[in-house]
């Protein structure tokens, strides 16, 4: 079977509530520029009991490394009982701002927060 990526990478970083991700996603950049492989997912988690953010990156280290730039979107708080594709087309509209868009992840705070986290080719 042939895997778009094959390794992982965990960045962690203290989370309190607050909607600044840049720590974790700057780490993330730096990593990708100092070791240069080629980003191909992200996933992210929050761990409840010791209050930390979680951010994975899939990769390969056999292709051409490129850098990439993570940046976070605030959409604003979602109503789960109202029609979704709302969503859809903000995260859409998003994506479409950005270049080269690589994936794309989401976040919801404890207050239904919807944050998209993007990760594009950076120029």
Known sequence: MNQEHDRIKLFVMDYNGTEDFSKVMNE???WVATNKIAPKSIGIAY???DKKLVLSMGYRNDETPYLV???ATSVGKID???DLSQYEDIIS???A???SVVCHEMFITEDD???VILMS???
């Open 28 to 30: 993330a950049g730096t």
């Open 47 to 49: 761990v409840d009991k």
């Open 69 to 71: 730039q993570l940046s």
């Open 80 to 82: 789960f009982n109202s």
């Open 93 to 95: 509209d998003a994506m």
């Open 97 to 99: 701002a950005s270049d």
């Open 113 to 115: 927060v919807l944050h």
């Open 121 to 123: 080719k950076a120029k």
